[in-house]
């Protein structure tokens, strides 16, 4: 059953535009967890809406992706997933390219580059993140989310 949470005697007060996972998510869960009925959120949607999200294409040149998030160290989170390496023919990557950066490192943490060098990795989210250990890697390679990495 999915309902919409409208019963704003459940929020926390003010409300800000931004910070709905603290204003309204947190606060409702915790009154339902404290005992509130689940019909006292709000009414019943009876369709849901599926957002669609971008998914990795597959090229010649390797996996297409985005950033799709950049953490508060600068890292680059993108929309590429272990599962989409897979379909490369050496079945993990030899290569990422953000711009005219290559990151030709693909490790499983941070320290297996030396300080100020990238590295790509499988980030806890299990998607391909490109990280500067002890750096950036938003301010090293002047990205943002939306720029396109490959993975070859």
């Known amino acids: 059953e999915i309902r919409a949470i409208e019963n704003e005697r459940l929020f926390n007060r ?26 006292e959120v709000g ?15 597959v090229t ?3 996996i297409e992706g985005r950033v799709m998030f950049v953490d508060r160290f600068g ?17 993990e990557p030899k290569s990422f390219r953000i711009g005219r950066h290559v990151i030709r490192r693909f490790g499983r ?5 030396p300080p100020g060098k990238a590295i790509a990795l499988i980030g806890s ?14 301010e090293n390679f002047g990205a943002k989310v939306g720029d396109k990495v490959v993975a070859c």
Not at 125 to 138: K, M, P
């Open 14 to 39: 003010p409300v800000s535009r931004t910070f709905h996972g603290r204003d309204i998510f947190a606060p409702v869960a915790a009154h339902m967890a404290a005992g509130v009925a689940f019909e």
């Open 43 to 57: 009414p019943v949607i009876e369709e849901m809406v599926r957002l669609e999200t971008a998914e990795p294409k």
């Open 60 to 62: 010649k040149k390797g």
């Open 75 to 91: 890292n680059l989170i993108t929309n590429i997933e272990a599962r989409h390496l897979e379909q490369l023919p050496a079945g």
């Open 109 to 113: 943490f941070y320290a297996e580059v």
């Open 125 to 138: 989210s299990n998607h391909v993140e490109l990280c500067v250990n002890g750096g950036s890697a938003q």
